[in-house]
């Protein structure tokens, strides 16, 4: 067994170095994995580079980019400015997403069920566990919930997604705070273990009851049916690309530094509660600059003509504003020949 | 070999020194051999003591942080760095507990029947069919169980359960719901298939070791078949059949993926084996990508080194039995 997973590990190395010398290396979050992999493919058609990117979890390209296996390290979970200062990294928000909470119910369809965040805290806590519960009735009052157990699905890897659910969850419920927190793998009391975002979109689809939370492109994907949810100004809102566009429109990025922004419970009556930025991670003074410039170019196409990809993906390209921040950071603080 | 040598030395001339020469030359490559055969052994060992230090080293921050507290502590919370193998420890034994308790009899009784009342006709297609599931990846077992088993175990085995034996006072919290489909038992019934072929195959092949001279001796004072199988064949085989569970258990013991797939991964103990939990080798197949080096990393390794004492007591217990087999034969 161990020798299995080292040879795994060895495997996932061996894939990162033998990557041929046109290509641009990354590895990271899954979250975003969608959007990165199409505009790899459009690059690649214009330019003829590929990139290889790896979507193993943002704790995973946190540590690979640290290792300096690859070109680029791909999060969801920003690294704070004191971390990246350390280390050397720079840090920038390539796109913004919602997650939204996915769940399998006979007869109920997307749109049906509505839930909030305390209630949802509730869930993952393990103190509400029978969909025919007071707290979710309260709030659907016209769907007919049965007296099923809930299968709690959540991540069982280190995730960029984990993140910033549990994030929402801690500032929404004072007993998530205390009790779990926030992090990229928690300790979770209840619920079942899956890796990954299509794992997550995976097991929700089998398991009759069962609720969990991803990225909308892979709720989408899969077909899976999503819930409404209660933001903070109490407003029922869909997870809809208005409604993450509304909640990011609320993000001071010029004001953050590194970068270090977390969108989640944001105010305003159309945002969605769960919406997630997700960050590219590059050394300051990489150890191959010509491998660093490739990366610069690929993601200066992203941001410059990826925009609309992004939009048909449902995630959300960046502001103008905030990509002339980007730049100003890049020319300012990465070597480049 | 030494004679082509004597051979091509008498037909070089009987100049003594190539003579002595011929002869020298096979004891040369006869020491080579010697030595590679001894050096490819010796890696074996190398690599054996190599793993073991290099996995100690890795987890010593972890066991000298939390002590002897490590082994008994179920806690695993890497925004906190506290952890402890207690979970993943007792998840690894349960599950294999429980695929034993199903693979042993039932493979013993397979193999029965293939040896002593199988029409000869089905013999051969059958003992085929359990070397081919001998030799399904895991992979494939897990995906099996995840997709066709598990909902079959949420639908109607767990509900089952729970309505009959978790009925029973005192015992009934054992087998407690929610029916999830995922969890400790869905784990151990799937390694119980996975290791299946392992102990029957093996218990049949030493089941044809039984000289026929002593059934036949047996039958012919009277002994049905299954006096035959309980007082002449298990007696005659038990060293091999030892040899079979061991290697079904030690399968059991590390099994990786298809584990993963359908036991839940909760990093919690629970009284009930319809719960979800987790196993050594599912905590670092999951975690070990992402985790921060340091203490989690460390327990992760250390985990890895539990696994290794387990596999290693397991192998010495069978060792030992081994030897008072052959003690008492």
């Known amino acids: 067994m161990l020798i299995r997973s080292l040879m795994s590990a060895a495997i996932v190395a061996a894939g990162v170095s033998y990557a041929w010398a046109g290509d641009i290396s990354g590895a990271g979050a899954?979250?975003?994995?969608?959007?990165?992999?199409?505009?790899?493919?459009?690059?690649?058609?214009?330019?003829?580079?590929?990139?290889?990117?790896?979507?193993?979890?943002?704790g995973a390209g946190i540590k690979q980019i640290k290792a300096k296996t690859v070109t680029f390290g791909a999060t969801d979970a920003p690294l704070k400015a004191d971390d990246l200062a350390a280390s050397g990294l720079e840090q920038w928000p390539m796109v913004m997403g919602g997650i939204v909470p996915v769940?399998?119910?006979?007869?109920?369809?997307?749109?049906?069920?509505?839930?909030?965040?305390?209630?949802?805290?509730?869930?993952?806590?393990?103190?509400?566990?029978?969909?025919?519960?007071?707290?979710?009735?309260?709030?659907?009052?016209?769907?007919?919930?049965?007296?099923?157990?809930?299968?709690?699905?959540?991540r069982a890897d280190g995730s960029g997604t984990t993140f910033n659910f549990t994030d929402y969850l801690s500032k929404v419920s004072p007993d998530w705070q205390s009790k779990i927190g926030e992090s990229t793998s928690v300790e979770w009391p209840v619920g079942i273990g899956a890796k990954g975002n299509d794992g997550v979109a995976n097991n929700v689809a089998g398991t009759n009851g069962a609720i969990g939370y991803v990225e909308y492109a892979y709720a989408k994907q899969n077909k899976l049916t999503y819930a409404d949810m209660v933001n903070k100004d109490g407003k029922t809102v869909a997870p809809t690309i208005e409604a993450f566009q509304a909640a990011a429109a609320n993000a001071d990025w010029a004001k953050a530094p590194g970068f270090y922004l977390i969108l989640s419970d944001q105010a305003g009556a159309n945002s969605w509660p769960m919406t997630a930025a997700t960050f590219i991670l590059m050394y300051k003074k990489p150890v191959d600059v010509t491998a660093s410039n490739e990366a610069l170019k690929f993601f200066t196409y992203c941001y410059d003509k990826g925009a609309d990809q992004a939009k048909q993906l449902d995630y959300i390209p960046m502001p103008d504003n905030v990509i002339a921040m980007v730049k100003k950071a890049w020319a300012a603080d990465i070597v480049q020949k | 070999?030494?004679?082509?040598?004597?051979?091509?030395?008498?037909?070089?001339?009987?100049?003594?020194?190539?003579?002595?020469?011929?002869?020298?030359?096979?004891?040369?490559?006869?020491?080579?051999?010697?030595?590679?055969?001894?050096?490819?052994?010796s890696l074996v060992l190398i690599l054996l003591v190599g793993v073991a230090i290099s996995l100690f080293i890795g987890s010593w921050p972890a066991f000298r942080t939390f002590g002897f507290g490590f082994f008994f502590s179920d806690a695993w919370s890497p925004p906190k760095e506290r952890?402890?193998?207690?979970?993943?420890?007792?998840?690894?034994?349960?599950?294999?507990?429980?695929?034993?308790?199903?693979?042993?009899?039932?493979?013993?009784?397979?193999?029965?029947?293939?040896?002593?009342?199988?029409?000869?006709?089905?013999?051969?297609?059958?003992?085929?069919?359990?070397?081919?599931?001998?030799?399904?990846?895991s992979i494939i077992y897990g995906i099996w169980g995840v997709y066709y088993f598990r909902p079959v175990m949420q639908a109607y085995i767990q509900p089952f359960i729970m309505g009959t034996l978790g009925a029973i006072p005192g015992v009934g919290a054992l087998f407690a719901g929610p029916p999830l489909g995922y969890g400790v038992l869905t784990a151990g019934l799937v390694l119980a298939v996975m290791i299946l072929p392992f102990i029957t195959a093996i218990s049949r092949d030493v089941f044809e070791t039984v000289p026929n001279v002593l059934k036949e001796a047996a039958y012919g004072v009277g002994a049905t078949t299954f006096e035959v199988v309980g007082n002449v064949v298990i007696p005659y085989t038990r060293v091999g059949i030892i040899g079979g569970v061991m290697l079904g258990l030690g399968r059991a013991l590390g099994e990786t993926m298809a584990v993963t797939f359908v036991i839940g991964n909760a990093t919690k103990i629970s009284t009930s084996i319809l719960a979800q939990g987790t196993t050594i080798s599912a905590m670092i197949a999951n975690?070990?990508?992402?985790?921060?080096?340091?203490?989690?990393?460390?327990?992760?390794?250390?985990?890895?080194?539990?696994?290794?004492?387990?596999?290693?007591?397991?192998?010495?217990?069978?060792?030992?039995?081994?030897?008072?087999?052959?003690?008492?034969?």
């Open chain 1, 30 to 58: 899954t979250f975003p994995f969608p959007i990165y992999a199409k505009w790899a493919d459009a690059y690649k058609t214009e330019t003829g580079n590929g990139l290889n990117y790896q979507s193993i979890g943002s």
């Open chain 2, 83 to 137: 952890f402890g193998a207690a979970a993943a420890i007792y998840g690894t034994l349960v599950t294999s507990i429980i695929a034993m308790l199903i693979a042993v009899p039932v493979g013993m009784g397979i193999a029965v029947f293939l040896t002593e009342l199988c029409p000869p006709l089905l013999r051969r297609p059958i003992g085929v069919a359990i070397e081919l599931l001998a030799g399904i990846p």
């Open chain 2, 287 to 329: 975690q070990f990508a992402d985790a921060d080096p340091g203490l989690f990393t460390s327990s992760l390794l250390a985990l890895g080194f539990i696994l290794f004492i387990i596999t290693f007591i397991v192998l010495a217990l069978a060792r030992w039995m081994l030897s008072r087999l052959e003690v008492k034969a």
């Open chain 1, 103 to 154: 769940v399998n119910l006979t007869g109920v369809k997307s749109g049906d069920l509505v839930i909030d965040g305390p209630t949802l805290a509730k869930i993952y806590l393990g103190t509400i566990t029978n969909w025919n519960d007071p707290a979710i009735k309260a709030l659907n009052a016209k769907v007919a919930l049965p007296d099923l157990a809930i299968a709690v699905i959540h």
């Open chain 2, 1 to 41: 070999m030494t004679a082509t040598a004597l051979e091509n030395a008498q037909g070089a001339g009987s100049v003594p020194m190539d003579r002595s020469r011929a002869l020298g030359r096979p004891k040369l490559s006869d020491n080579g051999f010697r030595w590679m055969t001894f050096l490819s052994a």
